[in-house]
């Protein structure tokens, strides 16, 4: 039998995650392909927790658990500090959730990728401050309860779109992903472990309690996610050029959103505005993917 | 080698001698000069480091921690603002044990918009667990940074040299610059035994519980106390092979000294000729300067100062509702002596206000004349 994901399995068992967390089973699958020549650094987020209490570890690989909004200029520190003493083969990857990406560590990732650094920044995207107990980040989807954005004040604003300020910054390679579709994952992680300067990875890692539902429909909903266009998986080159990983057909917006508990207060033309907001963003994500083709084309040909 | 140079080039010539391999720096007045010929060094050549040009002081602090985690030698460099910026990840510096060195020229705290010299700064962050050493010379800011590698590497404690803003940061001075192989042969290359490596994979600072916190600090405590000798025997050896030894205070004119003044940096260096000056007319003034402030010598300060007929300390730095920390230090170090001293406490030269020889002669002189200190302290030369 052929499997499709690398067999080496380097994260192990006894790990501190809720049943059905998606953010577990992105580091499994990122370790898989990223091998053991990697050092990660983990600002404050889920995984600080999930890894494991003093003296435990779950990654198998050396790990500096950092503060909240550094762990982009760590990472950048660690690969200097690799590189002086020889080591430039090691993967050096920054493992954070959205809070330490979208919000408190968007400057010190936005001055790592600015330097084009090259490091590894991968954040598993929950879409809130799942680890202090579901508050509102920046990356929680508009018309999402939190504790902090409750039904009768749900969250009114849009989800930052954080991919196309890694591509603002003519990152070298930058991608979505989602843990539903791992061969996916993988494939990008190691275009990004193949291509020097800094990469950023943006993966959708389902939250059962924060979205309110049931761990066995993670993997489930991780998938909707990409087949109601919600969570579109792309690639970007050069902050430049777009490409779909896929593009499904899509399907209806409400079977994502109706068994999460965390959309249960919206109304009917509450979930037909959010559709048009998916629509919206899909179709400008479909015509940047157009007008890339070319490019595409190009460097197939070399 | 000799040069003249300012003190901002001493820190980045003792990061050059110690061959830092990693600098992680983001400019602020007035330490500017500091990462301007940092680049320099690195760009020609001349010195074989990464310099990281982060976007904060935050970052700054943050990518010195990941690359001494990686086993590299690392140096930054701040003031004020910048320090202040970084209070977080200077705490998480220590409780990773990163034996990362920082010149920090002390700058006062805005607002009111300043960047003269006071001790605000880093007097704010000696609960931090950083080391700090109080610099009064060029020479000795250079011949700093290369002893703090030493004792950091020793402890996995991270080390603040600290300097005056302009004063010394800004002033020229002959500086014997010493040769490399000497230097290469009192700090060797560093091999750091908790480094981040894929052969040994470990994970560092993850969550722990009260059962092993309490002891984490106490080792933490233990390591700092094992400095003060370090800085001892480590300063004879400077002064064995460099000809200028340092230790953890300084003393002028001691020995027989009725009143003892305390002070730090550049009011020291200040103080000697008031000293002399005070000895010609017959009083027996004596000087001690505490150059470790942390650990703080608390058991040589006993020493030198029990018995002491009179006592004064000079602060260019305030805790807010309490004194000047120097102040408050030595006397807390000498509560418990039978032939404690009366201490006065003056604060002098805030936001870089000028000391000069005649004001630290009237302070001298105040606490001569003055039976008891009255009140806890006196503002010198203040305008109310």
Redesign the interface.
Known sequence: MKYTIPEQEIMCSGHKACQGCGATLAMRYALKALG????L?LPACCW??I???????A?????????F??A??????????????GDTE?NVVAWAGDGGTFDIGI??L??TV??N?NVIYICYDNEAYMNTGVQRSSATPWGAVTTTTPARHFKQERKKDMIGIMAAHSIPYTASASVAYPEDFIRKLNIAKETPGAKFIHILASCPPGWKTAPELAIKLARLAVQTHVFPLYEIYEGRYYKLSMDPKKKPLIDYIKPQGRFRHLTEEQVAEMDKQVDERYDRLKEQAERSKSWFEAKKEK | MQKVMMGNHALSWGAKLSRA??I?AYPITPQTEVVELLSNMCADGSL???F?????E???M???????????R?FTATSSQGLALMH??LH?ATG?RLPIVMGNINRAMAPPWTIWTEQTDSIAQRDTGWIQIYTSSIQEIMDSVIQAYKVAEQVYLPVMVVLDSFVLSHTNENCDIPDQDKVDAYLPRFENAYR???D??????????PD?YYELRYKIEKDTERSLDLFEETGKEFGEMFGREYGLVETYKLDDADTVLVASASIASTARPAIDQLREEGHKVGLVRIRVFRPFPSELLRKLLAGRKKVLVIDRNISFGMSGAFYAETKAALYNEKKAPPMWGYIAGLGGRDVPLNVIRDMIEQTIAEEHPEGDIVWIGVKR
């Open positions: 053991p020549k990697t050092i650094t600080s927790v890894d494991g209490p003093f003296p435990y570890s990654v198998g690989v050396p790990l500096f658990h950092t503060a909004e550094t982009a200029a760590v990472a950048s520190g660690i690969r200097a500090g690799l590189d002086m003493r090691t400057q010190a936005s001055g600015e330097r650094d | 391999e990693v992680a074989k480091a990464e990281i040009k982060v976007e904060s935050h970052s700054a943050a990518a010195s921690m990941g690359a001494a985690a990686a086993g590299a690392t977080e990840v998480w990773a981040l490596n894929t040994k994979p470990a994970a560092f600072g993850g969550l722990t519980g092993w």
